[in-house]
C-alpha cells in the first residue's frame, strides 16, 4: 500500500502535465501573443521555477510544513489554471504566468522528497523508479485523450483539464 499512494501521484501528476504542458505555445498564440513575446513568456518560466522551488522547499524544511505546502502549492495551481483558462490579454498572461510558476515550482520536489521517504520507511527505496513510471503512464495515457479534447473544444480545455486533475 506503501507504493500506491506515490503510484497514484505520479500517475495523475504527470497525466495533467500531458493535458497542458504540451498546449503553452498554442495558448499564447491564441491570446495573441507574439514569437518574441512567447519566447519571453516561455523564458520567465524556468526562471521563477528556479528561485521558488527552494523558497518553498526551504520554507517547508524550516517550518515542518512539508504536507501543508505542498497542498498550498496544488491548490494555487488549481486556482490559478481556472484563472488562466479565461484570459485574453498580453498583460494578464505576463503576470498569472510567473505567479503560476511560483505554485507550479515546488510540486515535484515536495513529492519526490514524500515518496522517498515513504519508500525508506520500509526499506524500499530501491524501488522508487517503479513508483515513478505512474507518471510515465499517466502522461502516455492522457495525452491522447487531451489531444482529441483540445481538437474537439479548443485550447483552453487544456488548463480546465489539467485544473481538475490536480484538483483530485
Do not use: C
Not at 513508483?131 to 495525452?143: C, P, S
Amino acid at each position: 500500500m506503501r507504493k500506491a499512494w506515490p503510484f497514484g501521484f505520479y500517475f495523475l501528476y504527470f497525466a495533467a502535465l500531458s493535458s497542458l504542458v504540451p498546449y503553452f505555445v498554442l495558448f499564447y498564440q491564441e491570446v495573441g501573443l507574439t514569437g518574441p513575446q512567447i519566447g519571453l513568456i516561455n523564458s520567465v518560466f524556468p526562471l521563477v521555477t528556479l528561485v521558488a522551488a527552494p523558497l518553498w522547499t526551504g520554507l517547508a524544511d524550516a517550518q515542518r510544513q512539508h504536507r501543508l505546502l505542498m497542498s498550498a502549492a496544488i491548490a494555487g495551481v488549481v486556482g490559478l489554471a481556472v484563472y488562466i483558462s479565461g484570459i485574453t490579454t498580453l498583460a494578464a498572461v505576463l503576470i498569472a504566468l510567473p505567479v503560476f510558476a511560483f505554485f507550479f515550482a515546488p510540486i515535484v520536489a515536495f513529492s519526490d522528497t514524500a515518496t522517498m521517504g515513504m519508500l525508506a520507511e520500509s526499506g524500499e527505496q530501491q524501488m522508487y523508479g517503479r513508483v515513478r513510471i505512474g507518471g510515465t503512464i499517466g502522461w502516455a495515457l492522457f495525452a491522447p485523450l487531451i489531444g482529441a479534447l483540445v481538437q474537439a473544444r479548443g485550447i483552453r480545455t487544456t488548463w480546465w483539464s489539467y485544473a481538475a486533475i490536480m484538483a483530485v
